[in-house]
């Protein structure tokens, strides 16, 4: 195990019936004290992944090390490690005070103890005041918070969340985002986050591990994900973006390569490091964000004719969806100030955009998410 590193996947695999692999050779290392997560859609393989570490299922395969020791075969109260789960698990007939204290008397600690790491847990999830109540007497988000706390109270070093705000609405699960966050800035404690949500995970995350058929498909910074995605699944995954099709044409000194739109025009772009050979079929991925519309396009130096389909008023921007002929479409993202007249559906209009804005992709690498 690498230095500073705290849990490590060693060619773990995972089937339940001897025939679907649900975890293919899984290699990946947790970091002392980082907040990783896992993302990726239904039946990736994240979940599957958590509960692996958290003891609740069994490697076919491969090793689970923390800090250096194997751990597949210990029962999960032993792991030391603190879970919450999507439906908090909390229990219904003890109050806030005695659902965490639970777990400190299974590890046998006297009162006195019990009663400080319990209030010092209330405290720090902001629930002073409630000790006496019965999950049912709580909102959704206190009832999260409680779970937060009972999974910190005994102080363990790795912290497992799967989809813990789920339940909870855009308003409420955007301030818990904030607020487990804080936690773990406070606290330094490991944080291993299972989601689907990719706005979740961009904002929470040091690093965020994509799954893609029970395989790690790219594990970096979210600014790395967003801005180098190693292939096209990530690119489409991770945030909007344009996928559009053609043929690669040459490649010049700088790593730039020329590009045959299937519409016809011609644009040059990064290559991605998974690109392989020119004169074969690419996609080209570039951020909403990256194009502009109108005069200003004239002084991008990749330019696509196309008519507008359809606009969606958002309050601080404007999203157009644009035809750009051969059945392709692409979505541009502007703020409002940036019109001085809105364009409307019909509106023939030439798209911009920077060499450096896209990134090419090989197709042999070209495996898209869902919706693509």
């Given at each position: 195990m690498e230095t500073g590193q705290i849990i490590e996947f060693v060619g773990v695999q995972k089937t339940y019936d001897g025939r679907t692999v649900v975890i293919e050779n899984l290699n990946l290392s947790v970091r002392q004290g980082e907040f990783l997560t896992l993302l990726g859609g239904s039946g990736s393989g994240?979940?599957?992944?958590?509960?692996m570490l958290a003891g609740f299922e069994t490697p076919t395969r491969g090793h689970i090390l923390v800090k250096g020791k194997p751990i597949e075969h210990l029962p999960p109260h032993r792991r030391g490690i603190g879970v919450v789960f999507q439906n908090y698990a909390l229990f219904p007939n003890m109050t806030v005070a005695q659902n965490l204290a639970y777990p400190l008397r299974?590890?046998?600690m006297n009162k006195r103890e019990i009663q400080v790491?319990?209030?010092?847990?209330?405290?720090?999830?902001?629930?002073?005041?409630m000790q006496n109540r019965r999950p049912s007497e709580l909102s959704g988000g206190q009832q999260q918070r409680v779970a937060l706390a009972r999974a910190l109270v005994f102080e363990p070093s790795l912290v497992l969340m799967d989809e813990p705000l789920g339940a909870l609405d855009k308003t409420l699960r955007e301030h818990m985002q904030y607020e487990i966050k804080q936690i773990h800035r406070d606290l330094?404690?490991?944080?291993?986050?299972?989601?689907?949500?990719q706005t979740e995970a961009l904002a929470m995350?040091?690093?965020?591990?994509?799954f893609e058929r029970g395989s790690v498909t790219q594990i970096a910074s979210p600014q790395e994900?967003?801005?180098?995605p190693a292939n096209v699944f990530v690119a489409g995954f991770i945030g909007e973006n344009n996928i559009i099709s053609g043929h690669s044409e040459g490649?010049?000194?700088?790593?730039?390569?020329?590009?045959?739109?299937?519409?016809?025009?011609?644009?040059?772009?990064h290559l991605s490091s998974s690109f392989t050979d020119t004169g074969k079929p690419?996609?080209?991925?570039?951020?909403?964000?990256?194009?502009?519309?109108?005069?200003?396009?004239?002084?991008?130096?990749?330019?696509?004719k196309g008519t507008i389909l359809d606009t969606t008023y958002l309050g601080d921007h404007l999203r157009a969806l644009v035809d750009i002929g051969c059945g392709q479409t692409m979505v541009v993202r502007k703020p409002l100030l940036d019109f001085t007249t809105r364009p409307v559906a019909g509106d023939a209009i030439l798209i911009g955009w920077n060499d450096s804005d896209g990134r090419a992709f090989s197709q042999v690498s070209a495996q898209l998410p869902p919706g693509f």
């Open positions: 994240k979940t599957t992944t958590l509960m299974m590890r046998k790491k319990v209030d010092k847990a209330i405290e720090m999830v902001r629930l002073e005041g330094g404690v490991t944080m291993v986050y299972v989601t689907h949500d995350s040091d690093r965020i591990a994509i994900l967003y801005e180098q490649v010049d000194e700088r790593g730039y390569g020329t590009i045959r739109l299937d519409c016809g025009q011609t644009v040059r772009t690419v996609k080209i991925a570039v951020r909403p964000e990256h194009l502009v519309i109108g005069t200003a396009a004239q002084s991008r130096s990749n330019q696509c």
